[in-house]
Nanobody
């Protein structure tokens, strides 16, 4: 059975950092395009970042996180990461990782597999 499990969320202060992890179970993540999305209360799900599969590890970032967030993979650990720095209260949301074999984009509708989400709160 396929699972994506996010971890590493929690509370951070403005200007602080967090690293989210997305571990795969029953799925080999290096064969999939992977993405991070987030959803704040009352807002639509937003594409944060994505990274291509083994053959093409191109990376894309949403405008609101460019220069602050970095997506990466560790294929040996079957895990994808999102390093978040210089956090602001506007980064507060539930963060989701997602996978798809064919499509690489920041559109949620392009992804077939999703994690359960993890809360990130940026506050004093």
């Amino acid at each position: 059975q396929l699972h994506l499990v996010e971890s590493g969320g929690g509370l951070a202060q403005p200007g602080g950092s967090l690293r989210l992890s997305c571990a795969g179970s029953g799925i080999t993540l290096e064969n999939y395009n992977m993405a991070w999305f987030r959803q704040a209360p009352g807002k639509e799900r937003e594409g944060v970042s994505c990274i291509g599969s083994l053959k093409d590890q191109v990376k894309y970032y949403g405008d609101s996180v460019k220069g602050r967030f970095t997506i990466s993979r560790d294929n040996a650990k079957n895990t994808v990461y999102l390093q978040m720095t210089d956090l602001t209260p506007e980064d507060t949301a539930v963060y989701y990782c997602a996978a798809d074999r064919l499509r690489l984009s920041l559109q949620p509708r392009h992804y077939n597999y999703w994690g359960q989400g993890i809360q990130v709160t940026v506050s004093n």
